[in-house]
Protein backbone atom coordinates (compact mmCIF):
# COMPACT_ATOMS: atom_id res chain seq x y z
CA UNK A 1 0.00 0.00 0.00
CA UNK A 2 3.27 2.45 1.08
CA UNK A 3 4.51 1.34 -2.42
CA UNK A 4 1.16 2.37 -4.22
CA UNK A 5 1.49 5.79 -2.72
CA UNK A 6 5.16 6.25 -3.24
CA UNK A 7 4.64 5.31 -6.90
CA UNK A 8 1.85 7.73 -7.19
CA UNK A 9 4.18 10.46 -5.36
CA UNK A 10 6.92 9.87 -8.21
CA UNK A 11 4.19 9.81 -11.05
CA UNK A 12 2.35 13.19 -10.11
CA UNK A 13 3.29 16.42 -8.52
CA UNK A 14 0.09 16.09 -5.73
CA UNK A 15 -1.52 12.90 -5.20
CA UNK A 16 -4.85 12.69 -4.09
CA UNK A 17 -5.68 10.12 -1.36
CA UNK A 18 -9.24 9.13 -0.67
CA UNK A 19 -10.26 6.79 1.80
CA UNK A 20 -13.85 4.95 2.30
CA UNK A 21 -15.60 2.01 3.41
CA UNK A 22 -17.87 -0.27 1.87
CA UNK A 23 -20.59 -2.62 3.47
CA UNK A 24 -22.64 -5.44 2.62
CA UNK A 25 -25.41 -7.17 4.64
CA UNK A 26 -25.05 -10.19 2.78
CA UNK A 27 -22.14 -12.75 3.34
CA UNK A 28 -20.35 -13.91 0.64
CA UNK A 29 -17.44 -16.57 0.20
CA UNK A 30 -15.80 -14.74 -2.44
CA UNK A 31 -14.87 -10.93 -3.11
CA UNK A 32 -16.08 -11.05 -6.53
CA UNK A 33 -18.61 -8.02 -5.82
CA UNK A 34 -15.38 -5.91 -5.19
CA UNK A 35 -13.71 -6.81 -8.15
CA UNK A 36 -16.92 -6.11 -10.12
CA UNK A 37 -17.09 -2.82 -8.22
CA UNK A 38 -13.48 -1.90 -8.53
CA UNK A 39 -13.52 -2.76 -12.32
CA UNK A 40 -16.71 -0.89 -13.03
CA UNK A 41 -15.42 2.58 -11.05
CA UNK A 42 -12.55 2.69 -12.63
CA UNK A 43 -13.47 3.17 -16.36
CA UNK A 44 -15.76 5.95 -15.08
CA UNK A 45 -12.81 7.59 -13.03
CA UNK A 46 -10.75 7.15 -16.24
CA UNK A 47 -13.60 8.84 -18.57
CA UNK A 48 -14.51 11.66 -16.14
CA UNK A 49 -10.96 12.74 -15.25
CA UNK A 50 -9.11 11.43 -17.54
CA UNK A 51 -6.78 9.61 -15.24
CA UNK A 52 -4.16 7.25 -16.76
CA UNK A 53 -3.22 5.24 -14.12
CA UNK A 54 -5.40 4.69 -10.73
CA UNK A 55 -3.60 3.21 -7.87
CA UNK A 56 -5.77 1.72 -4.69
CA UNK A 57 -5.80 -0.95 -2.04
CA UNK A 58 -9.01 -2.49 -0.45
CA UNK A 59 -8.79 -4.87 2.62
CA UNK A 60 -11.66 -7.64 3.74
CA UNK A 61 -13.00 -7.62 7.44
CA UNK A 62 -15.54 -9.18 9.00
CA UNK A 63 -15.86 -8.69 12.71
CA UNK A 64 -18.98 -8.98 15.07
CA UNK A 65 -20.97 -8.29 11.76
CA UNK A 66 -21.95 -11.61 10.20
CA UNK A 67 -20.96 -10.42 6.25
CA UNK A 68 -17.53 -8.77 5.74
CA UNK A 69 -17.45 -4.64 4.81
CA UNK A 70 -14.25 -3.04 3.28
CA UNK A 71 -12.21 -0.71 3.55
CA UNK A 72 -10.49 0.85 0.49
CA UNK A 73 -8.44 3.59 -0.17
CA UNK A 74 -7.85 5.48 -3.72
CA UNK A 75 -4.43 7.26 -5.14
CA UNK A 76 -4.65 9.65 -8.20
CA UNK A 77 -2.99 12.28 -9.83
CA UNK A 78 -4.25 15.20 -7.55
CA UNK A 79 -3.89 17.84 -10.41
CA UNK A 80 -6.93 16.43 -11.88
CA UNK A 81 -9.40 16.23 -8.74
CA UNK A 82 -10.81 19.73 -6.85
CA UNK A 83 -12.64 18.17 -4.45
CA UNK A 84 -14.07 14.11 -3.69
CA UNK A 85 -17.62 14.62 -3.30
CA UNK A 86 -17.97 13.90 -7.28
CA UNK A 87 -15.47 10.68 -6.94
CA UNK A 88 -17.68 9.68 -3.49
CA UNK A 89 -20.96 10.01 -5.71
CA UNK A 90 -19.46 7.85 -8.06
CA UNK A 91 -18.37 5.38 -5.12
CA UNK A 92 -21.70 4.94 -4.47
CA UNK A 93 -23.50 4.59 -7.29
CA UNK A 94 -21.09 1.80 -8.46
CA UNK A 95 -21.41 0.01 -4.80
CA UNK A 96 -25.05 0.91 -4.27
CA UNK A 97 -27.90 -2.04 -5.56
CA UNK A 98 -31.00 -0.23 -5.03
CA UNK A 99 -31.75 -2.88 -2.48
CA UNK A 100 -29.96 -1.16 0.58
CA UNK A 101 -27.94 -4.17 0.40
CA UNK A 102 -25.02 -2.61 -0.04
CA UNK A 103 -23.97 1.05 1.88
CA UNK A 104 -21.13 3.13 2.14
CA UNK A 105 -20.95 5.49 4.91
CA UNK A 106 -19.42 8.75 5.59
CA UNK A 107 -15.55 8.95 6.47
CA UNK A 108 -14.06 12.61 7.93
CA UNK A 109 -12.09 13.40 6.72
CA UNK A 110 -12.29 11.28 3.51
CA UNK A 111 -9.37 12.79 1.46
CA UNK A 112 -6.13 14.81 1.94
CA UNK A 113 -3.93 16.39 -1.12
CA UNK A 114 -0.18 15.20 -0.66
CA UNK A 115 2.47 17.49 -1.82
CA UNK A 116 4.42 18.25 1.33
CA UNK A 117 5.71 15.99 4.25
CA UNK A 118 3.27 16.71 7.27
CA UNK A 119 0.36 16.14 4.81
CA UNK A 120 2.12 12.80 3.75
CA UNK A 121 2.23 11.96 7.24
CA UNK A 122 -1.10 12.61 8.23
CA UNK A 123 -2.65 10.99 5.51
CA UNK A 124 -0.59 7.83 5.62
CA UNK A 125 -1.79 7.40 9.66
CA UNK A 126 -4.88 7.48 8.36
CA UNK A 127 -4.46 4.48 5.06
CA UNK A 128 -2.64 2.66 7.96
CA UNK A 129 -6.42 1.62 9.41
CA UNK A 130 -6.50 -0.64 6.42
CA UNK A 131 -3.12 -2.66 7.59
CA UNK A 132 -5.04 -3.52 11.32
CA UNK A 133 -4.96 -6.99 12.09
CA UNK A 134 -8.30 -7.30 14.13
CA UNK A 135 -10.90 -8.63 11.17
CA UNK A 136 -8.48 -10.33 8.71
CA UNK A 137 -9.36 -13.82 8.25
CA UNK A 138 -12.96 -14.32 8.61
CA UNK A 139 -13.30 -16.27 5.01
CA UNK A 140 -12.49 -19.34 2.83
CA UNK A 141 -9.27 -19.97 2.68
CA UNK A 142 -9.09 -19.18 -1.63
CA UNK A 143 -10.49 -15.90 -0.31
CA UNK A 144 -8.31 -12.92 -0.58
CA UNK A 145 -8.23 -10.46 2.47
CA UNK A 146 -6.60 -7.54 0.45
CA UNK A 147 -5.35 -6.56 -2.56
CA UNK A 148 -3.80 -3.74 -4.24
CA UNK A 149 -3.01 -1.65 -7.30
CA UNK A 150 0.03 -3.29 -9.14
CA UNK A 151 1.22 0.41 -10.30
CA UNK A 152 4.79 1.02 -11.79
CA UNK A 153 7.15 3.78 -12.09
Not at 31 to 45: D, E, T, Y
Not at 46 to 75: D, M, N, P, T
Request: aromatic share 14%.
Amino acid sequence: MIEQFEIGLEKWRRVFVLRFDLHTHVFTKDNARISVFRKGLFKKLKRHYGFKEIGSCWVREQEWAKSQHYHCVLFLDGNLIRHSSMINEMIRAAWDDGTGTYTMPHIKPPFHFVDREGITQEAMYRVSYLAKPRGKGYRPPQTKDFQCSRMKV
